[in-house]
């Protein structure tokens, strides 16, 4: 029967969609938000007074470029490899100070988004056209398999955003395992985390009064319409965001406003849907030092450094292999 339905799926996207919405409760990837349109609508969210979050790392790595950069630089240069790298804002930062100060590297981005890649490459065309670049589009999980084949040289490995947060500690634990097996004795991670703190700062962060957050959690049920001949109703449905203290988890969720039946042609699919039904969508995983060195400890990394902004809101740490 599970193989019959593999075969009929001609992505993943198709067989992780089938999965998560004839699954009990109902969820979609937040990795599926990001196309052309989701993409921009992130960068507005970037843009948001509520979203914290990039003001904060933009600041970290604003204050201390020269110390970072000189952590990053290797003997014979580095590789620089950016995992979910999307515009690249905050990258530039780092990326303009490498080449003023003629540091030998190679930047080579991931990201899931095919337009965000384009984007990004094009947007370094004309700003730091000596930058090397060379994007690869993919997940992290299917990058990570491959970078131990940049092993010439020091492996410098970027992740920014507090990307992490979108996988649930286990998940978390999984992928940093991965990055570490691909390390080097002399590699580094350099990764962002969003830090706990007051509840309201971080539930105000992902409801914006203006939609733009509901309406890029509501473009996965966009690209389900668009890509695999889907028939939601948008306004069917709205936003709804959670924080656990607790736990450090923010979920965001569409709830279903009525009781509906939704077809997806491209699988054949009618999906029933009761009253305040629920789709969860993504989680924000939020960090402390502890967490934080917990999490490491589990992958047989160590954290070597930390920076962080004046409120304390986010960090940034350096990961070497145990
Ligand atoms: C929250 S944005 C952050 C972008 C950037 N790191 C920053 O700090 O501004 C997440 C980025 O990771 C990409 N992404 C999300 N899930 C991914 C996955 N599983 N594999 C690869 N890229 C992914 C998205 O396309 C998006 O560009």
Redesign the pocket.
């Known amino acids: 029967m599970e193989n019959n339905i593999n075969t009929r799926f001609t992505s993943a996207f198709e067989e992780d969609v089938y999965n998560g919405l004839t699954s009990y409760p109902k969820h979609l990837?937040?990795?599926y938000?990001?196309d052309k349109k989701?993409?921009k609508l992130?960068q507005d969210i970037?843009n948001l007074p509520e979203y914290y979050l990039?003001n904060c790392?933009y600041n970290i790595l604003a204050t201390n470029t020269q110390k970072i950069a000189e952590a990053f630089a290797g003997p014979n240069g580095f590789d620089l490899i950016?995992?979910?790298?999307?515009?690249?804002?905050?990258t530039k930062l780092l990326l303009r100070y490498l080449i003023d100060k003629k540091i030998n590297f190679d930047y080579l981005p991931?990201?899931?988004?095919q337009n965000?890649l384009d984007e990004l490459e094009g947007s370094l065309k004309k700003e730091l056209p000596t930058v090397s670049v060379k994007t690869q589009q993919?997940?992290?999980?299917k990058?990570l398999e491959r970078l131990s084949d940049y092993n010439s040289r020091k492996k410098v490995i970027l992740?920014?955003?507090?990307?992490i947060g979108?996988l649930l500690h286990e998940d978390a634990i999984d992928f940093l395992k991965k990055i570490q097996d691909a390390m080097s004795p002399d590699d580094m991670l350099f990764m962002?985390f969003d830090q706990k703190k007051n509840p309201q700062t971080i539930l105000d962060a992902y409801n914006d009064p203006t939609g733009v957050t509901e309406a890029f959690n509501k473009n996965v049920l966009e690209r389900i319409n668009n890509e695999l001949d889907g028939n939601f109703d948008l306004n069917s449905f709205f936003h709804w965001e959670t924080y656990n203290p607790e736990t450090g988890t923010a979920k965001s969720f569409l709830i279903s406003r009525e009781k509906q039946a939704v077809t997806i042609n491209n699988l054949d699919l009618t999906v029933n849907f009761e009253a305040w039904e629920s789709i969860h969508t993504e989680i924000s995983q939020k960090y402390d030092d502890m967490i934080v060195e917990w999490l490491a400890s589990q992958a047989d990394l160590k954290v070597t450094d930390s920076f962080t902004d004046e409120k304390d809101f986010y960090k940034n740490y350096i990961f070497r292999k145990k």
């Open positions: 990837s937040s990795k938000f990001y989701g993409d992130f970037m990039t790392e950016e995992l979910g790298a999307g515009d690249g804002k905050k991931v990201d899931i988004s965000a993919g997940t992290y999980l990058t992740v920014l955003g507090s990307n979108n962002g």
